[in-house]
Every structure is written in structure tokens, then in C-alpha cells.
């Protein structure tokens, strides 16, 4: 029996397991890679990159033989070309990685770790005026059939799609979005860009998205409001020419047919109104009584 004790405690002293201490940060470290990579999946699964990436798998298990069965001069040349594959990666998905970097500003990240609060008063993007004034306009253009595509601008600028339209700067009246999209006028044809409670320009053109799981029955002006809602924060409020129906466009998903009472809690969404405060607070929540 001593002997083959002797025996197991050298032939198997291999086998032992090495003593790791595992520390907070360690645990930390874990968590912080497991986020990172569950969001890395997410965002790929919610984005073309998920048909690229496919590709991508199938070029890497190729370039795995070509390494495997030791092919000089394919090995050569995949090696020349990594530096290539870098560069296209990045133009690629240039779109994807320009909406991942603003959706983290949309975050806010240092506000919500360190919530103070100035206590100064937000101003309203627009008044509840403009917002029955669009919900109006857009229950008129549908039950006449008439098209329309109306872009309300948050915090991202739209300058750059502003210069491809004719300046207005107008005050927004239903009367007026009415008459602009009106069949053989000169302005129906484009996107109308609203900052605040004004029209800034008609016949814009806009981006139109390449998201494939948009139904094949829309057309280029649904398109167009999902495609500048991808690229920016902007709304946008979409009447179908064929149906009549009114469709809202937002951070990249369309969602069709609403009641005009939807249409107005979208836009009030969007008004981000504040209620006053009644006293300076430095802290969050410090005044239990706060308005």
C-alpha cells in the first residue's frame, strides 16, 4: 500500500491543479470583456456586418488551410495583404462604426455615474403648437394621399442635407407642410428639414438605408427617412403616397401605420420639455419636494 502511494504521488504529480488566487479585479476584468463582448455580438447582429462577418469566417477557415498545407505563395500573398484588409475593413463598416461611437455619446455615460444636476432649465426643442401642427399636417396629407417626408432635427446638425434642399426658414403651419408637399409644386419633391418651430428647407435629399430587413413593398421615401435616422438622432414622419398611412423613422427603425395620438407622443418624445425647478439642487434627487 505505502508503495503505491509512493507511486501515484510521483507519476501523478503532474495532475495537480496550481494554486490561483483570483482577485476583485480579476473578476472586474471578467465582466468588463464579457460586456464587451456581448455588446461587440450585438451590434453585429443588428447590423450588416452580421453578412460580412459570415464572409469573414468563411476567408478565415481559407487562409487557416492555406497555413495548415503550408502553400508558400498563397501564405506570401495573404501576409501582404492584412495591412489591405485592415483599411477595407474600416471603410466598410464606416457607416456601423460612426452610429456605435454616436450611439455611446447618446449615452451619456459621465451624467449617469455622476448625476449632478445645475439646475438650469432645458429649453424645449419645440412648442406643443408645432406639435399639432405636424400631427395635423400629417393626418390631412394621409387622408388625401399625399406624400410626405418631414425630417425634425435633435442634437446632430442636418447643415449638410439642408444645402442639397431650397432654404425657407419659415415658421411651421400645417397650411404650410400641406402646401409644400402638394402634388406639381415645386417643393413636393424631397424632405422638409424642421429645427425648433420652424422649416428651415424644402427638397432635401436624404440617405437612404441599406437595411435589408425593410419589406420590399416600401419605397424610396421610406427609405430615405430610415436612412437619415440611422446616420443621425433625428425623427422622421413619413406619410405614404399609396396608402395613406403615416410611419415614424427613429434611430434606425420604422414604425408604420400609427394613429395620429401616436404620432403626437412621438413628437412629444422628442420635445424634451422640463418642468421648472423651483431651487438650485447640486445633487440629483437632494429636494424630495421637487416640481
Keep these: 500500500?505505502?508503495?503505491?502511494?509512493?507511486?501515484?504521488?510521483?507519476?501523478?504529480?503532474?495532475?495537480?491543479?496550481?494554486?490561483v488566487s483570483i482577485t476583485i479585479t480579476d473578476v472586474l476584468e471578467i465582466f468588463i470583456l464579457a460586456f464587451l463582448v456581448y455588446s461587440l455580438l450585438?451590434?453585429?447582429?443588428?447590423t450588416r456586418a452580421w453578412t460580412l462577418l459570415k464572409g469573414l469566417m468563411v476567408l478565415v477557415v481559407c487562409v487557416s488551410l492555406v497555413?495548415?498545407?503550408?502553400?508558400?505563395?498563397?501564405?506570401?500573398?495573404?501576409?501582404?495583404?492584412?495591412?489591405?484588409?485592415?483599411?477595407?475593413?474600416?471603410?466598410?463598416?464606416?457607416?456601423?462604426?460612426?452610429?456605435?461611437?454616436e450611439q455611446i455619446g447618446e449615452k451619456q455615460i459621465v451624467s449617469s455615474l455622476i448625476p449632478i444636476d445645475t439646475g438650469r432649465d432645458v429649453t424645449?426643442?419645440?412648442?406643443?403648437?408645432?406639435?399639432?401642427?405636424?400631427?395635423?399636417?400629417?393626418?390631412?396629407?394621409?387622408?388625401?394621399?399625399?406624400?410626405?417626408?418631414?425630417?425634425?432635427e435633435q442634437n446632430v446638425r442636418l447643415d449638410e442635407y439642408e444645402?442639397?434642399?431650397?432654404?425657407?426658414?419659415?415658421?411651421?403651419?400645417?397650411?404650410?407642410?400641406?402646401?409644400?408637399?402638394?402634388?406639381?409644386?415645386?417643393?413636393?419633391?424631397?424632405?422638409?428639414?424642421?429645427?425648433?418651430?420652424?422649416?428651415?428647407?424644402?427638397?432635401?435629399?436624404?440617405?437612404l438605408s441599406d437595411n435589408m430587413m425593410l419589406s420590399k413593398e416600401l419605397g424610396t421615401r421610406h427609405r430615405a427617412g430610415v436612412g437619415i435616422s440611422e446616420v443621425t438622432d433625428s425623427l422622421t414622419v413619413i406619410v405614404s403616397e399609396e396608402t395613406g398611412g403615416i410611419?415614424?423613422?427613429?434611430?434606425?427603425?420604422?414604425?408604420?401605420?400609427?394613429?395620429?395620438?401616436?404620432?403626437?407622443?412621438q413628437l412629444v418624445m422628442l420635445q424634451n420639455k422640463t418642468v421648472p425647478q423651483k431651487k438650485f439642487r447640486i445633487w440629483k434627487g437632494w429636494n424630495k419636494n421637487e416640481a
Design 42 to 46: 450585438l451590434w453585429i447582429k443588428s
Design 124 to 152: 424645449e426643442r419645440f412648442s406643443d403648437k408645432t406639435v399639432n401642427e405636424i400631427a395635423k399636417a400629417a393626418s390631412e396629407m394621409g387622408k388625401a394621399k399625399t406624400g410626405a417626408l418631414i425630417v425634425i
Design 163 to 207: 444645402r442639397t434642399g431650397i432654404t425657407l426658414d419659415s415658421v411651421l403651419t400645417s397650411q404650410l407642410l400641406i402646401n409644400i408637399f402638394e402634388h406639381n409644386t415645386p417643393l413636393h419633391d424631397g424632405a422638409v428639414i424642421v429645427r425648433g418651430n420652424r422649416i428651415t428647407s424644402a427638397t432635401c435629399y436624404l440617405p
Design 67 to 101: 497555413y495548415i498545407l503550408h502553400m508558400d505563395t498563397l501564405i506570401f500573398i495573404v501576409n501582404r495583404g492584412i495591412d489591405i484588409a485592415i483599411t477595407a475593413a474600416i471603410v466598410i463598416f464606416q457607416p456601423e462604426l460612426r452610429r456605435a461611437l
Design 247 to 265: 410611419s415614424v423613422a427613429y434611430k434606425g427603425e420604422l414604425k408604420r401605420n400609427i394613429t395620429v395620438d401616436e404620432l403626437k407622443e
Design 1 to 19: 500500500m505505502n508503495s503505491l502511494k509512493v507511486w501515484l504521488a510521483n507519476d501523478m504529480s503532474w495532475f495537480t491543479m496550481p494554486t
